[in-house]
């Protein structure tokens, strides 16, 4: 059966679409969605959500960096000691040294390719109750998550808790403008993932925003 123009016009206007949509997924930040569904987790139970912190989450973005190899069971293999946050993360991401708080929790996880948020929350980062009731803490009070995604290859999740008086600890320098962000993401930041320089991803949108307008336009010739 032969499609009316009417119904040929919108499979069209759906494909232009989902083809945005498919490019712009390169460039979400996806540390941020993570941290929503932390935070659902806990309201759902009357627990306080968790502040968003830019500041740790930046330091899980660089634990993670450290995190290499083969991914077994969902667990990674990290080369990170005690020393590094306050030696290497935090000068890295010019979180201001005396407001360093207190770390009081950490999940780390990592999948053979990338998953979705809701599918790494639920298959690699909050998949027993270890993790969970870290997450249910009633002491924490702030939360940030870093991610690496290796071109093909495994991706990685950080999630740092801490129970310090939110907003005043792990204060970024500049309201974290001079970050060198190398790859990957971290919560409470605007600057979208990418396996790449940062540059990369923001090129990689407005080529997506390109080609949607590029198909909506050759079909209305
Ligand atoms: C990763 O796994 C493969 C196959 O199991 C093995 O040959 C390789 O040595 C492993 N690499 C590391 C860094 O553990
Ligand atoms: C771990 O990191 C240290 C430096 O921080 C380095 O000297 C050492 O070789 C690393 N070990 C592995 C297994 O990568
Ligand atoms: C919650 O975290 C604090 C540290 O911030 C720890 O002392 C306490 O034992 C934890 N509570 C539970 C129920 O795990
Ligand atoms: C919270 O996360 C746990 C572990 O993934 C899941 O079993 C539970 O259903 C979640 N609760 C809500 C309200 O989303
Ligand atoms: C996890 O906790 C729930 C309820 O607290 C319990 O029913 C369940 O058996 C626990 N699972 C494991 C693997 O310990
Ligand atoms: C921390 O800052 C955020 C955003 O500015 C705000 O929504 C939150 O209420 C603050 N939390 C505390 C405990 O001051």
Not at 102 to 111: A, E, R, S
Not at 189 to 216: D, E, F, H, Q, W
């Amino acid at each position: 059966m032969a499609m009316t123009p009417g119904r040929r016009a919108g499979v069209w206007v759906a494909l232009c679409h989902s083809l945005l949509a498919a490019a712009l997924v390169c460039s979400k930040n996806h540390a941020n969605d993570l941290v929503d569904m932390i935070n659902k987790n806990r309201t759902a139970l009357k627990l306080p959500a968790l502040n968003d912190s830019p500041g740790i989450g930046c330091m899980a973005l660089q634990y993670i960096e450290l995190c290499k190899g083969n991914c077994t069971n969902n667990v990674p293999h990290c080369n990170v000691t005690e020393d590094d946050f306050t030696e290497i993360f935090a000068p890295n991401c010019g979180v201001e040294l005396p407001t360093f708080g207190t770390l009081t929790g950490q999940i780390v996880g990592c999948h053979s390719k990338y998953l979705e948020p809701s599918l790494a929350f639920s298959q690699v980062l909050v998949k027993d109750n270890t993790s969970l009731s870290l997450l249910r803490n009633k002491s924490h009070t702030e939360v940030g998550v870093g991610l690496v995604r290796a071109h093909k290859g495994p991706s990685f999740w950080c999630v740092l808790f801490s129970s310090d008086h939110a907003n005043s600890t792990f204060v970024l320098e500049d309201r974290g403008i001079g970050i060198q962000q190398k790859k990957g993401c971290f919560s409470g930041s605007s600057n979208p993932c990418s396996g790449g320089p940062k540059r990369t991803a923001t090129l990689m949108s407005t080529l997506a925003v390109a080609l949607y307008c590029l198909c909506i336009l050759l079909f209305h010739m």
